[in-house]
């Protein structure tokens, strides 16, 4: 079974910085893309970045030369680097992955979400 674990949210002043972490378990034969989206109450979720293997990352406008998307592929771990956070930046952020798991008796492509961490900017 595939399970996605998100870490490093919480609250913090307005213009700090935060470092999320997930990390993705499981028979996972290769990693082919993960990401991040964010959800804030009263809106859809949103993609915040997103990283695919042989692809440049991929930013929303709103975050763009603050926030940095990297990978571990040896520990299926994706990062969101969080730099000058503002108060549009509060939000559950979900972790997502596109992985080929060994399933059974066969070979399985399917996303997988994480549970969430709450991120809160205060004044």
């Known amino acids: 079974q595939v399970q996605l674990v998100e870490s490093g949210g919480g609250l913090v002043q307005a213009g700090g910085s935060l470092r999320l972490s997930c990390t993705a378990s499981g028979r996972i034969l290769h990693n082919n893309a993960m990401g991040w989206y964010r959800q804030a109450p009263g809106k859809t979720r949103e993609l915040v970045a997103a990283?695919?293997?042989?692809?440049?990352?991929n930013y929303a406008d709103s975050v763009k030369g603050r926030f940095t998307i990297s990978r571990d592929d040896a520990k299926n771990t994706v990062y969101l680097q969080m730099n000058s956070l503002q108060f549009e930046d509060a939000a559950v952020y979900y972790c997502?992955?596109?992985?080929?798991?060994?399933?059974?008796?066969?070979?399985?492509?399917?996303?997988?979400w994480g549970r969430g961490t709450q991120v809160a900017v205060s004044s």
């Open positions: 997502d992955a596109n992985l080929t798991t060994a399933v059974g008796g066969g070979i399985s492509q399917l996303v997988y």
């Open positions: 990283i695919t293997t042989g692809s440049s990352p």
